[in-house]
């Protein structure tokens, strides 16, 4: 029942390297294709590196006007608006910090802190009531759309719950929101210009893919695939602009071979042509196989990443890969991605089969076995960003050995996250992930209940389907034991009750295997010939 996902497949099929056999290349040394690659520098400024060496950590930042990014005042997407409830407040992790998002009586999306006022309890276990307004479980308290108190229970009498709720201090923070593409986007800065500042800034989607994902929610297709990762921020950036990779850990996905690996030869090369061009400070083509050589990674702030693959850069059609990166806490990101070509996605469909439009839980379990080939070991290299080497002395990603072409985009981001990425988004004390866990602990790693299906109602749908599939099979059971009873061993019906019997214990095994990939899933790679 399995389908192969043509999204995912996209994703997959452009990564993998150029044959050769397809192409000639320039008569240029070898040093010429390495040159070009980018460094980072400030927002839309881009550093030429002269050789793969300058890519190295021990390579200098060449010093430009360089405006350090504020990780809080930009559009960052929290979750589908499909998995978001309607009629009560939602929890939503962000940043290191917790907010509650919630419908008003207008009908617009609202974003808070998720702390009352009062004594700091958590709003997202409230209620939404008749009126509108957002009430605390704890004692009542209530909040209007703009974060006002507008009631106070236990006040003395009128006055005292006038001059309670004036009170600056009763009121919860408010922060802009929009929905866009399918997807509910926070503004998490609490400046008092953060309204004119975010409502100034392109949210970082293309709008023929933000029309497409509105589309398909529409006709209740699925949008696209999300999933909490125990990973940090930065070490998942890496492994979405890391197309040298993706043939390698997904060996066997929709035809990728860990034989394919060779040489990509990264290049420099322009920011397409989006409406927030301005913020993608990261940008390179490479050698790729799927639709004649041309193949294309960028990454834009604060965390998208948009793989392109086409015959030529010009050419009229081609095929992309989309991804979101999300930075939740330490240690822990969040990862969207949606796939499609640019005919397709004008169509509002993308790359969805019959299967995934019958079964549309189809698209997650193929993602999921995407994510999974590079959980665990994501996971333990996070852990050893965090350790400094004893012989060299040095920490984090200064430990790494990049000899190729394809290590200059994961030195260039890496050099750009350190410097005008001030080494990312600053956390909260106490938010942090435990660090502790790693292949000793592969069932939390590859959760995939919690990390998807908890907050998945697609997901959801195809659980409580598997769970009608086992209670048809064993109702089957069930009458064909009866007809055996009643009918005995020589009656006429015998084969037929035997074979109905024995087709409802294959169906219920089946579900019951079908169910559990939306649980957890073992991902080892010795075992993936």
């Not at 929290?78 to 009908?107: C, H, M, Y």
């Not at 420099?268 to 193949?295: C, I």
């Not at 994961?410 to 938010?431: C, H, I, L, V, Y």
Request: aromatic share 10%; proline share 5%.
């Amino acid at each position: 029942m399995l389908a192969k996902s043509t999204q995912a497949n996209a994703f997959l099929a452009f990564t993998k390297p150029w044959d050769r056999s397809h192409h000639v290349s320039p008569q240029a040394p070898q040093q010429r294709r390495y040159q070009g690659a980018l460094l980072g520098g400030s927002r839309g400024t881009l550093r030429r590196l002269t050789s793969v060496a300058d890519a190295s950590p021990a390579a200098t930042v060449q010093e430009q006007d360089k405006k350090p990014v504020i990780w809080t005042q930009q559009w960052w997407p929290v979750q589908f608006e499909q998995n978001l409830e309607t009629d009560r407040p939602n929890r939503i992790q962000l940043l290191g910090r917790w907010f509650v998002a919630w419908k008003g009586k207008s009908g617009d999306w609202i974003v808070m802190d998720d702390v009352c006022a009062h004594r700091l309890a958590p709003l997202s276990e409230g209620r939404i009531e008749d009126d509108g307004n957002l009430l605390c479980a704890y004692h009542a308290w209530r909040f209007d759309e703009n974060g006002k108190c507008v009631a106070i229970p236990q006040a003395d009498d009128d006055k005292a719950r006038i001059v309670a709720c004036s009170s600056l201090r009763s009121r919860v923070q408010k922060y802009p929101c929009k929905a866009y593409g399918s997807l509910l986007w926070v503004w998490p800065d609490d400046a008092p210009a953060a309204i004119i500042d975010a409502a100034a800034t392109p949210i970082p989607m293309p709008a023929y893919l933000a029309e497409s994902l509105e589309k398909r929610a529409e006709k209740n297709l699925p949008t696209g695939y999300t999933r909490v990762l125990p990973y940090g921020y930065d070490v998942l950036v890496e492994n979405l602009f890391d197309p040298a990779h993706v043939v390698v850990a997904h060996h066997g996905l929709f035809g990728s071979s860990r034989y394919d690996a060779r040489a990509l030869n990264a290049r420099q090369d322009e920011p397409l042509d989006n409406p927030h061009k301005a913020n993608t400070v990261l940008s390179f083509e490479y050698d790729s196989l799927s639709t004649g050589g041309w193949a294309h990674v960028e990454y834009t702030l604060p965390g998208f990443v948009e793989y392109r693959g086409g015959a030529s850069r010009d050419g009229e059609r081609w095929i992309g890969q989309f991804l979101y990166t999300v930075p939740l806490a330490a240690g822990k990101s969040r990862a969207f991605t949606f796939g499609g070509s640019n005919a397709l996605l004008k169509g509002g469909l993308g790359f969805l089969p019959l299967p995934m439009k019958l079964f549309p839980w189809l698209l997650c379990i193929n993602f999921h076995n995407l994510f999974d080939g590079d959980s665990v070991f994501l996971r333990i290299q996070d852990i050893q960003l965090g350790k400094t080497n004893k012989k060299t002395g040095q920490s984090g990603w200064r430990n790494y050995y990049m000899p190729t072409s394809a290590d200059i985009m994961t030195a260039s981001f890496r050099r750009w996250f350190e410097t005008e990425g001030g080494g990312g988004p600053d956390m909260p004390k106490g938010q942090s992930e435990s660090k502790t866990s790693a292949d000793d602990q592969r069932e939390m790693v590859l959760d995939r209940y919690s990390q998807h299906t908890k907050e998945c109602k697609v997901c959801q749908k195809g659980m409580a389907f598997m769970d009608r599939v086992v209670a048809v099979s064993q109702a089957c059971m069930a009458m064909c034991c009866l007809g055996l009873f009643v009918g005995g061993p020589s009656s006429s019906s015998l084969w037929k009750w035997l074979m109905g019997g024995l087709a409802g214990v294959l169906l219920r095994t089946w579900a019951k295997k079908e169910k559990q990939k939306f649980h957890f899933v073992d991902y080892v790679h010795a075992e993936h010939d």
